[in-house]
């Protein structure tokens, strides 16, 4: 099927919807310009990440879930946070795993389980898109950029979903192919702290630091994340001399397009990233 065109339902999950808002008008922005059309499913709900998955795994299971039964049939589902990914994914596993629990939702939400739903997390849709050949074309937009990537912990599987895809390198290679020069360094998969960062600053603030010193020995000029909570995160808990700017990834291949509107996304960076942009030209 060619993706040009197509229609994809889409779970923004509550970071792109609130503190990363910026992620989320980069990744439409990108897709619009191939005609790929995603729209929001209507009355979605947190998907319960890392918080309440650790004390209450039914309740986890629930917020998952719901949002499985909202979908619309025979769509795919577009997802772009790794940890939303994640939760769906496994409540996909566990309903089918279980016609006890199936019976249970499908008896709560009124409708019948999509067994066969395709959750879609933004990784797997850019690796179709370049088979494709979409991304013939942008080489040398970013300009010999040097960027650290970070995927974040949350694309590491659990051990019921060890077989899944993890896309670690698929960064590096979009990146290189536009013209990018990624870095080697050791912390592309170091957790963040996640919510940590609200309840253990502290602890937080050591991996958040120990990662930016990381990318800035590594000779990175940025950092482009996978996930929108560690962006989050990298911002806040970094130390003065730590911040070197951080991007989502949506934000630099929209870049690439040269598509308008990267200043109004680079507003709500908490590390301004203009300067680096305006010394490579991209803005």
């Known amino acids: 099927m060619s993706l040009a065109g197509s229609?994809?339902?889409?779970?923004?999950?509550?970071?792109?919807?609130?503190?990363?808002?910026?992620?989320?008008?980069?990744?439409?922005?990108?897709?619009?310009?191939?005609?790929?059309?995603?729209s929001e499913i209507n009355d979605w709900n947190c998907c319960g990440s890392s918080s309440t998955h650790s004390v209450d795994k039914r309740l986890a299971l629930s917020l998952a879930s719901r949002n499985l039964f909202l979908a619309p049939e025979n769509m795919a589902?577009?997802?772009?946070?790794p940890g939303c990914y994640l939760r769906l994914s496994q409540a996909k596993m566990e309903l089918n795993a279980s016609k006890e629990k199936q019976t249970a939702y499908e008896t709560l939400f009124g409708k019948p389980f999509q067994k066969d739903i395709q959750l879609l997390h933004f990784f797997e849709l850019l690796v179709t898109m370049k088979d494709q050949g979409l991304l013939k074309g942008l080489g040398g937009k970013l300009k010999g950029?040097?960027?650290?990537?970070y995927y974040g912990c949350m694309l590491a599987r659990p051990p019921k979903m060890n077989k899944e895809k993890n896309h670690y390198g698929l960064m590096e290679k979009t990146m290189a192919s536009l013209g990018g020069e990624s870095v080697r360094w050791p912390f592309l998969s170091t957790c963040c702290g996640t919510f940590l960062s609200v309840s253990r600053p502290e602890i937080s603030e050591k991996l958040v630091n120990r990662i930016m010193q990381g990318a800035i020995r590594s000779g990175a000029e940025c950092i482009v994340t996978a996930c929108a909570m560690c962006h989050l995160n990298l911002e806040i808990r970094a130390r003065p001399e730590n911040r070197i700017p951080?991007?989502?990834?949506?934000?630099?291949?929209?870049?690439?397009?040269?598509?308008?509107?990267?200043?109004?996304?680079?507003?709500?960076?908490?590390?301004?990233?203009?300067?680096l942009m305006e010394k490579r030209g991209l803005v």
């Open 246 to 275: 951080v991007f989502h990834f949506s934000e630099l291949l929209s870049l690439a397009l040269q598509k308008n509107g990267s200043k109004e996304w680079f507003k709500r960076h908490l590390i301004n990233p203009e300067a």
């Open 7 to 38: 229609n994809l339902s889409y779970f923004p999950g509550c970071s792109l919807a609130t503190t990363a808002k910026e992620n989320n008008a980069s990744l439409n922005s990108f897709l619009n310009h191939f005609d790929i059309r995603i």
């Open 145 to 149: 950029l040097k960027i650290a990537p």
């Open 77 to 81: 589902m577009l997802i772009a946070c």
